[in-house]
């Protein structure tokens, strides 16, 4: 799992007016909070924010608060981000404190590998499930879940019991859920022409 450092202020005022006077000053309101912590408010830069969730792990990046006393060198994972109706940019973010000794839940995408042959043949890739639930230690989380998809024929699906997860990954979906199948007919024997 990507691994990247991010700037933060505390703050010591909180509501709906210092939030909009941060905004204003280009900054975005956010809390850190934890299991045995106080949640704390804290503000931080666009720019730091999105730097810290770029590449494939995204908010599932494990994130070092510098600065931000008390919370520096913190490991974090963004827990939410608000964002804007309109213009899509973040309004608020909350942090999450990680433990790296204690198993964490998120969500993962899937990485489909290679065309299914069902496809080859005329059928309809079905790909149910975009993301899957994980538990896993913090420095186990995936980037993303592999599924080879080249072998599966039309009217055949993957489940979720059929992934070979990585060591000390565990999936939290139900296990006969299907992520992806192939839908379509089965040709069928050509039939006499009408006479």
């Known amino acids: 799992m990507q691994q990247t450092q991010m700037k933060i202020e505390a703050r010591t005022s909180t509501g709906k007016g210092i939030s909009r006077k941060l905004r204003a000053a280009g900054r975005i309101p956010g809390v850190v909070y934890g299991r045995g912590m106080e949640p704390l408010p804290i503000s931080l830069e666009p720019k730091a924010l999105s730097a810290a969730i770029a590449g494939e792990g ?28 309109i213009k ?30 069902g496809v080859k043949e ?15 230690l913090p420095g186990c989380i995936p980037e993303h879940i592999e599924l080879d998809i080249t072998a599966v024929k039309i009217g055949q699906s993957i489940h979720v019991q059929d992934l070979c997860l990585p060591d000390g990954v565990k999936c939290l979906d139900n296990p006969k859920a299907a992520i992806v199948g192939v839908l379509g007919k089965i040709k069928d024997e050509e039939a006499p022409a009408p006479a």
């Open 58 to 85: 995204g908010l599932n990046n494990l994130i070092t608060l510098q600065g931000g006393g008390s919370l520096d060198q913190t490991v974090v994972i963004v827990a939410d981000i608000q964002r804007d109706a």
């Open 88 to 117: 899509g940019t973040p309004e608020h973010v909350d942090l999450h404190r990680v433990n790296m000794n204690e198993k964490v839940r998120v969500n993962v995408p899937v990485s489909l590998q290679g065309t299914a042959a």
């Open 122 to 136: 005329g059928g309809l890739l079905d790909f149910a499930h975009h993301s899957l639930h994980i538990e896993c």
